[in-house]
C-alpha cells in the first residue's frame, strides 16, 4: 500500500526520462533522494514511459541508492498498447489479457530492480475487458506476491463495478484539478468514498500554469488574495484545494525541480477555510455555485 509519509504528495516520474527531462543515471539518484528527505516515498510509474525506458533507468538509479526498499511505495501501471523503438506496435491499443498483465507485471519487476510492486493500476479502461480474466490473472500475482494491490486509473464508476465483481479495487487514479472539476460533480469520488477506494490525481494543478484563458484568469483573481491570506504560492493553493476534499485525494506531482517539489510539500499545511475553497471552485465555474 500507499505508505504513510510527510507529505501527501506522490512523486510521478512520467517526465524524469526522455519524455522530459532525460536525467542522467546520476541526476535520477539524486531526484529519488531528495524526495525521501522531503516526506515523498511514493513514486508513481507507468511502463510505457519514456518508450519504455524510465522504468528501467530509475531501477538502475534506485539500485545505487541507499534507501532500503521497504521505505518506498513503488506505483506502476500496464495496460496500452504504446508503439516506440523497443515496441513497434503499428497501432495504439489497449491489452489486459491475462498473458499481458503477466508479461508487464514481470518486465517491471526486472526494470525497477524490485521483488514487489506496491500498486499495480490498469492504465486505461478498455472496451474488451475480461473482468474474470483480469481477476483471476491479478489474483494469482497477489498470491505469488508480485504485487501487493491493485486498482485503476481513469476508471468511471461503472467500470470499477464490473472489475470489483472479481477482485479487489484498492485505487483509482484519476485527473483532478481545480481547472477540471468533473470528478466533484459526476460521482467518481462519492464512489470512492463509499468504496474506500483510494484516491490518486494527476494532473494537480490542472491547465492553470499551461494554458492562457477565462478560467485561470478568474481563478488567478482569487489566488492572489489568498496567498496573501495564507502566506503561501499558487502552486500550494491548488494542492491545498484537492488535499482538503474528503476523498483524501493524494496529488502526483509531475515535477523534477526541487524547489518545486518542495513547495508541493508545504501545501499540507494550509487548512483554506471553507469559504475561501469554495471561492476557488466558483471561480473555475464561472458562476455562482447552485
Known amino acids: 500500500m500507499v505508505k504513510e509519509s ?5 512523486s510521478g516520474t512520467m517526465t524524469w526520462g526522455k519524455w522530459g527531462m532525460n536525467l542522467s543515471l546520476k541526476e535520477m539518484q539524486d531526484l529519488i533522494e531528495y524526495n525521501l528527505e522531503l516526506g515523498i516515498n511514493s513514486f508513481d510509474h507507468a511502463d510505457i514511459y519514456g518508450g519504455h525506458t524510465t522504468e528501467t533507468e530509475f531501477g ?3 539500485q545505487i541508492s541507499s534507501i532500503q526498499r521497504e521505505k518506498i511505495t513503488l506505483i506502476t501501471k500496464c495496460g496500452i498498447q504504446y508503439p516506440s523503438d523497443l515496441r513497434p506496435i ?3 491499443h489497449y491489452d489486459y489479457s491475462a498473458k499481458h498483465i503477466r508479461f508487464s507485471v514481470e518486465n517491471s519487476l526486472r526494470n525497477l530492480k524490485t521483488e514487489y510492486i506496491d500498486v499495480f493500476l490498469l492504465h486505461r479502461p478498455s472496451p474488451l475487458m475480461n473482468s474474470n480474466e483480469i481477476g483471476s490473472i491479478i489474483s494469482d500475482l497477489i498470491n505469488e ?3 501487493k494491490e491493485f486498482g485503476v486509473s481513469n476508471f468511471t464508476k461503472s467500470q470499477i463495478e464490473l472489475l470489483r465483481a472479481s477482485t479487489n479495487i ?4 484519476i485527473e483532478c484539478s481545480a481547472t477540471n472539476t468533473d470528478p466533484l460533480t459526476n460521482g467518481i469520488l462519492d464512489y470512492c468514498q463509499l468504496k474506500k477506494i483510494n484516491v490518486m490525481a494527476w494532473s494537480p494543478l490542472g491547465s492553470y500554469f499551461k494554458v492562457l484563458d477565462e478560467k485561470k484568469d478568474r481563478i488567478k483573481s482569487v489566488l492572489e488574495k489568498l496567498c496573501e491570506k495564507y502566506s503561501c504560492q499558487e502552486d500550494q493553493l491548488l494542492l491545498a484545494w484537492l488535499i482538503k476534499h474528503p476523498a483524501k485525494i493524494n496529488p502526483v506531482i509531475g515535477t523534477t525541480k526541487k524547489k518545486r517539489l518542495l513547495s508541493s510539500v508545504k501545501a499540507k499545511f494550509i487548512n483554506l477555510e471553507i469559504t475561501d475553497w469554495f471561492s ?3 471561480a473555475s465555474w464561472g458562476k455562482r455555485i447552485p
Do not use: H, P, T, W
Open 6 to 10: 510527510d507529505s501527501k504528495i506522490i
Open 60 to 62: 538502475n538509479a534506485f
Open 90 to 92: 503499428k497501432i495504439k
Open 145 to 147: 506476491g508480485k504485487i
Open 170 to 173: 484498492k485505487y483509482n487514479q
Open 280 to 282: 476557488i471552485l466558483e
